[in-house]
């Protein structure tokens, strides 16, 4: 992923002439880690890191927040047999014991899928694209009691 990365509002996917197969995954509106599943049972996850950092220009912008806010952010990698087949990147500011999504520092290498769509108080909103060096890229944000997680994914060659 990119920390510069520019996306495109839902209304502009067209104009990124993603494949059939690509717009498929990209506007996939379910758990995306139950639907690779369904292709590759055997997914796992690598954590990549998490920790309470700055967030990228891109995701400081999309949430909002000020150049010198600190966010909860988690990375990870979902691979089949040794293969990478998404990078997942999710950021939650205003980090902190009360905040709603605090059990992600639990998930380890869980996918936070598992966590997501076992909520029913949650909105999304719609998602945004990208094109990357890598393939193809989507964000949104998941509210929660109000409170924001912006995951973003970025599909690679290998999916």
């Given at each position: 992923m990119n920390p510069n990365q520019s996306w495109l509002a839902a209304c502009q996917l067209a104009d990124l002439n993603p494949s059939a197969p690509?717009?498929?995954?990209?506007?996939e509106r379910g758990s995306l880690t139950a639907r690779l599943r369904r292709?590759?049972?055997?997914?796992?996850?690598?954590?990549?890191?998490?920790?309470?950092?700055?967030?990228?220009?891109?995701?400081?912008?999309?949430?909002g927040l000020a150049t010198?806010?600190?966010?909860?952010?988690?990375?990870?990698?979902?691979?089949?047999?040794?293969?990478?087949?998404v990078q997942a990147r999710s950021v939650i500011p205003?980090?902190?014991?009360?905040?709603?999504w605090q059990e992600i520092e639990r998930l380890g290498c869980r996918p936070l899928g598992e966590l997501l769509f076992q909520q029913t108080d949650l909105e999304r909103s719609d998602f945004?694209?990208?094109?990357?060096?890598?393939?193809?890229?989507?964000?949104?944000?998941?509210?929660r009691q109000g409170a924001p997680l912006l995951v973003a994914e970025d599909f690679l060659a290998g999916l």
């Open positions: 690509a717009r498929s995954w990209l506007t292709h590759w049972p055997d997914l796992a996850v690598e954590l990549q890191g998490e920790a309470q950092q700055r967030p990228w220009p891109c995701e400081l912008d999309r949430l010198d806010s600190l966010a909860w952010v988690r990375s990870v990698t979902l691979h089949q047999a040794g293969q990478a087949l205003a980090w902190s014991q009360t905040n709603p945004e694209f990208a094109r990357t060096p890598s393939g193809w890229a989507r964000r949104c944000v998941f509210r």
